[in-house]
């Protein structure tokens, strides 16, 4: 795959040596770091191009393409060799999502789908891309680890991905993966997302009664961070953590690498710049995302107020959860959001919802959700599943129309609100002949 890098950078120079650039990129935190990757890449080589950034790739986008322009697509597009093959321009396309057809003659792609090699995410791919096109752009490597973490790509490094941790210098600590790990770790039991635990999640006092229970003080008034515990103090939160909390999360779940990046001239923990990327994408502020990743100054309290207000935005929609049309089976949960939820978030209630103990293992969680005159579907699989969720939701939509993409155990497609009746029918249909092979 390498080797095609390489190959892929010096067709990427020929074709643009005369003709402006288009770059469209995903808007969650793997297409942002991409986006910002490729924004500097191509700012350093003193390239015309633009930038879009989208929740999804509709049809409508790719047809008002500008056709003079040479067409750069990161973390998208797979999907939609359909529409692509009608462009009369130059295409390459940089990605990781699983490819469903025949590759058009007038795109050029680079997909680890494609070759027998480890998972990289698009910021990955946009890395290695950036690298060939000059060296100078090693200095874009923390990206590409922050886009890992953020499409959570962490748990099985490859050759290739160890070779992009030497080029960011990058401290990577074995231990409890809750987030801020360079923050008290008081704060880190209160605010998780990750976990829940009753009467400590929420409660200042009681994370602290908490860690008082199982021997874990403070030191002058404060609370050490994760990367500060001890051997013994780490294996005494996992213990509690374990016994207390209501998720069907393991021990496994919570050990992991702790990926550490210099970022605006502090120690910071990569998933949490990774939740503050994507909550400026959730807000539609992908401009304000990028000159986050670009360390930009005026950036940063701008980010922490988006950050805020995010949370806050995840909390309402867990609480309208009750209210919500629903339509549930042994093997899968419909939730129609409608216009209760922003599109935007559905996503990630999807998630939060398989995550939590309420329901068993290879059940299927959807989630739908309003924009305008269009419906955003995310689906989700509940623990480890040989189900390909993606492939379901292909399936409805190639009946009913509309755009899909996605992964084995984390999909999304956008449908005209006109078809939600019929997409519901092909839907629960497909569920409960696909879901009862499982």
Known sequence: ???????????????????????????????????????????????????????????????????????????????????????????????????????????????????????????????????????????????????????????????????????ASIDVKKGITLYPATRPLNKILEYSSDIFIPEVTGSSEGAAVFLREIGIGTINGKYKSIIELNEEETSKLITAITVHRTDKGSIEDLIGNIFLISFFSRLEDARQISAMINSCSRLGESATAISFCLQKRNSKEKVDSIYTKHKQNIVKALNSLPILKRIERENYLIINAEDKIKDTLIGTIASIISNSKEYPQGKAIIAMAYNEDKIKVSARMVGKSERNIRELLNSVIEIVGGEVGGHHAAAGCLITKEKESEFLEELKKKLEIELVKV
């Open 1 to 167: 795959m390498l080797k095609a890098i390489k190959d892929f950078a010096y067709q990427f120079l020929k074709e643009t040596e005369n003709s402006p650039i288009k770059v469209i990129s995903h808007h969650d935190t793997d297409g942002i770091t991409s986006a910002s990757i490729i924004t500097m890449a191509l700012q350093r080589l003193d390239k015309e191009f633009s930038l879009t950034v989208v929740k999804q790739l509709e049809e409508s986008t790719i047809k008002g393409l500008p056709e003079d322009h040479i067409i750069l697509f990161i973390d998208l597009a797979s999907n939609s060799f359909n529409y692509l093959k009608e462009l009369k321009t130059k295409v390459f396309i940089l990605d990781h999502h699983e490819l469903i057809s025949e590759i058009p003659e007038n795109v050029t792609i680079i997909n680890p789908h494609l070759f027998n090699e480890e998972e990289i995410s698009g910021a990955g791919l946009a890395y290695l891309f950036a690298k060939e096109l000059s060296e100078e752009n090693t200095d874009l490597a923390y990206l590409a680890i922050i886009g890992m973490v953020g499409d959570q790509m962490d748990k099985n490094i490859g050759k290739i991905y160890n070779q992009i941790l030497k080029d």
